[in-house]
């Protein structure tokens, strides 16, 4: 059964850290673009970041460039999302996504990352 499993998030202040990791089993993981998207309370979903199987092709929304990294190990099977210098504007559910072509599939249950001011 093809899953993703989100963990790290939690609840930090304004300037602060977090790290994010999403575990995929059931799928060839080495093979597949992840992703990181996240839904904030009273908003849709919306795109945080990718990163390809060759681990060096990488995309960031405008509000998290320069804040966020995307990584991936692939023997670990796992992605992780640093998320740097926090903004209150970042509170959301995140959640992992593995690319299909054009979509995206595997979502996860997500991961809830509070910033407070």
């Known amino acids: 059964q093809a899953r993703v499993v989100e963990s790290g998030g939690g609840v930090v202040q304004a300037g602060g850290s977090l790290r994010l990791s999403c575990v995929a089993s059931?799928?060839?993981?080495?093979?597949?673009?992840m992703a990181w998207f996240r839904q904030a309370p009273g908003k849709t979903r919306e795109f945080v970041a990718q990163?390809?199987?060759?681990?060096?092709?990488?995309s960031y929304s405008d509000s998290v460039k320069g804040r966020f990294t995307i990584s991936r190990d692939n023997g670990q099977r796992t992605v992780y999302l640093q998320m740097n210098s926090l903004k209150p504007e970042d509170t959301a559910v995140y959640y992992c996504?593995?690319?299909?072509?054009?979509?995206?599939?595997?979502w996860g249950q997500g991961t809830q990352v509070i910033v407070s001011s």
């Open positions: 990163i390809s199987w060759v681990d060096v092709i990488t």
């Open positions: 996504a593995a690319r299909n072509g054009d979509t995206y599939q595997y």
């Open positions: 059931g799928f060839t993981f080495g093979g597949r673009d």
